[in-house]
């Protein structure tokens, strides 16, 4: 079989098993959060939070819930690192330097993973557990509790609460995360990740030499690291690890997991508003731009495009041999169209337009299908905003699923709309403008724009993966791209639960002529031009000065 052949039938294969998870496990989730009864474990964890699953909150409770939760796992895991030496399981590791620390606390908490480090020599078994497995749970956890709450704005009729946060976050972590997680992590072990908590060994190489090597519990740490779009890897090279991702099959299984929940959202989404064409319409979206993605980054890179790649025949610098180009094409741009920070393949040593592509992916908000939970509620904002433009076009008040949208809501959806655009755009210009920034770039000219403007796109779309070429340990790059994590995701979420409540306590809008309906394929088309169409007019000149600038060359 063919490269080419193959490739196919990978992505294929990956389509059909998405397919087939959509109706089941998009019903299962709808069951997990419309739901009133409590298991055993959920009602231990609710006595240990000191909180009352059944009594709800209106949307202002609801976000600082989740900000005091988040705000709490920050400082938890920041004590953790700190600690490091002095806990059980450390393997001799040296507590984690303060600005690193607060980065890499930041950087779980809000499921973006981005990791200025070497794993292996810097975190200890317990850390690695305890602390950035956890996150890797809870704070997808919390993605999906936002998306259900959006959610329940639509489908309910003045009402003044959205759900109880503490039920939502405990359910998905039970009911869904985990046994998930579990059963994932057992595949991966039967395809070589390995698992143990073992200490450092010593290896002899093929040279002679001697190499030491640390262990970890990797086949649960991939498990939950790509079914929760959270990316952090417990080596270097993250999923190029053989120890992380052992085979082609392996890659097959973790590039669907980073797919699964947030392609099956849009189900229980229709569902819960009671018309399941609303669900396939938001699926529908998703699919379009992920596979023009998809198709965009194979052609780039499989065609080899550039002076010196053409001449090799086809770029094979920084891919996994064990994978191929293609799957590793496909992996990137999963990887950055949801929020996940897993590489199989060094994204720097990409071709100027692949690269940009996959920069592309997170600037349109990672929609397609996006984060767990966070692509869903990214997708319907950009639908908000599709309906108001409708609206205009008509010369009426919008409705979407029976809700006006009105002053109020537009500016909610904008707000939330342009948090990235000032995120990124302030933090490159802040690293290209001062010799603090300028002194960690190993490239000049459009790559080394492009390195920085991945970095800050990356983490202020709670994305996580790097485009390297940067010294990103810096007291600088910890400080500020930190910043842009922490608000890259808690101003988005207030803004969704913001309009979530708004949404809830509004009266039925009976639908008229004007109507634009929104479970036909004019909507998804519209759906998918807004969203190109606002990200092109945004970043464009910042593109245009990177990776376009590079690739005409």
């Known amino acids: 079989m063919s490269a080419t052949a193959a490739g196919i039938v990978f992505i294929g294969s990956l389509l059909v098993a998405l397919a087939l998870c959509y109706r089941p496990l998009g019903d299962y989730l709808y069951r997990v959060y419309t739901g009133t009864r409590h298991s055993a474990v959920e009602r231990l964890a609710y006595r240990l939070l000191g909180v009352r699953p059944g009594v709800e909150q209106p ?4 976000a600082r819930a989740v900000l005091a939760f988040s705000v709490m796992s920050i400082l938890f895991l920041y004590g953790l690192q700190r600690l490091q030496s002095h806990l059980f399981l450390s393997l001799g590791m040296k507590p984690v330097e303060p600005a690193l620390a607060w980065n890499t606390a930041v950087s779980f908490a809000t499921n973006t993973n981005w990791q200025a ?28 509790a936002v998306a259900m709450a959006l959610v329940r704005g639509f489908a309910r009729r003045r009402s003044g609460t959205i759900g109880n946060f503490w039920a939502d976050l405990v359910r998905g972590t039970v009911r869904v995360l985990l046994p998930i997680a579990f059963v994932a992590a057992v595949v991966l072990v039967a395809g070589g990740a390995i698992q143990t908590f ?18 970890a519990a990797a086949a649960s740490q991939e498990a939950i690291k790509n079914l929760g779009t959270n990316g952090g890897g417990l080596f270097n090279v993250n999923s190029a690890h053989p120890f992380e991702n052992p085979t082609s099959w392996t890659n097959w299984v973790e590039i669907f997991l980073l797919t699964v929940i947030a392609t099956c959202l849009p189900r229980t989404f229709g569902r819960m508003v009671g018309d399941h064409r609303q669900g396939y319409a938001i699926v529908t979206v998703m699919a379009i731009i992920a596979l023009l993605s998809v198709g965009a980054t194979n052609w780039s890179e499989t065609s080899a495009n550039g002076t010196v790649p053409q001449a090799a025949g086809q770029s094979t610098e920084g891919r996994e041999v064990r994978f191929g180009t293609s799957n590793s094409a496909l992996f990137a741009s999963a990887a950055t169209l949801t929020s996940t920070g897993a590489v199989d393949s060094a994204h720097d040593s990409y071709t100027a337009i692949g690269g940009g592509m996959l920069i592309f992916n997170m600037l349109l908000g990672e929609v397609a299908p996006g984060g767990t939970g966070s692509g869903l509620y990214g997708i319907l904002i950009l639908a908000v905003i599709t309906v108001f433009v409708a609206g205009l076009m008509v010369g009426r008040t919008p409705e979407y699923l029976g809700k006006k949208i009105g002053a109020r809501e537009i500016k909610l959806a904008s707000l939330y709309f342009l948090v990235t655009p000032v995120l990124v755009l302030i933090g490159t210009a802040l690293a290209m403008g001062t010799p603090m920034g300028r002194a960690a770039m190993l490239n000049s000219g459009p790559h080394g724009l ?44 207030v803004l969704v639960l913001a309009l979530a409540g708004s949404l809830a306590a509004q009266a039925p ?44 060359r």
């Open 59 to 62: 949307w202002s409770g609801y």
């Open 117 to 144: 480090y070497s794993g292996e020599s810097t975190m200890g078994h317990l850390v690695q557990t305890a602390g950035l497995a956890v996150q890797n749970f809870v704070s997808a956890a919390v993605g999906m």
């Open 198 to 215: 073992a200490g450092h060994s010593t290896w002899t190489t093929l040279t002679g030499g001697e190499q030491t090597f640390t262990p």
């Open 450 to 493: 492009s390195e920085i403007l991945y970095a800050y796109t990356s983490a202020s779309n709670n994305n996580g993966s790097a485009f390297a070429g940067i010294s990103a340990n810096t007291a600088f790059f910890n400080t500020t791209l930190g910043l842009c994590m922490a608000l890259g995701r808690f101003l988005p979420i």
């Open 509 to 552: 809008v009976p639908g008229g002529a004007g109507t634009l309906p929104t479970h036909r394929p004019q909507f998804v088309g519209m759906v998918v031009g807004v969203t190109i169409i606002l990200v092109a007019l945004t970043f464009l000149p910042a593109l245009a000065l990177g990776p376009l600038a590079e690739g005409l």
